[in-house]
């Protein structure tokens, strides 16, 4: 599978970033359309993926604070590799800006896929856009 995976601002690819987390959050998993988003967006570090016809297909985040998250992969993409790219994006990002740290909310269905990138569950399960969550984190 082709694709191209860029680090990105929400000034500049706000559309596509938008379009991925719309399909996959808001159409595919019900997510009430004014939790989706907020004001962090604009100070995130924003990772967009595309296709081989500049389509984007997968999209993720990072707060300055280290927090990673809305990690988003369209259905026809899951199980490609493309998340693990992603995160491993992210995380290299923090350890050039000397974080000690990441952190993100994991939904309980993918929490085999962080522990796999190295996360540890950190709290008790809670409920997130009526969606089950565990805190995880991984120091760098």
Sequence with gaps: MDYTLKITS?????????????KVFIEEQNVPEELEWDEYDKDCIHILVTDENNTPIATGRMKPDGHIGRMAVLKAYRR?????????????????????????????????FYEKQGFDVISDEFMDAGIPHKSMKLDL
């Design 10 to 22: 929400w000034d500049k690819d706000k559309d596509a970033l938008s379009l991925v987390r719309r």
């Design 80 to 112: 490609s590799g493309i998340g693990t790219q992603i995160l491993q994006s992210l995380t290299d990002k923090a350890r050039k800006l000397n974080l000690g740290s990441v952190y993100l909310h994991a939904q309980t269905v993918a929490l085999s």
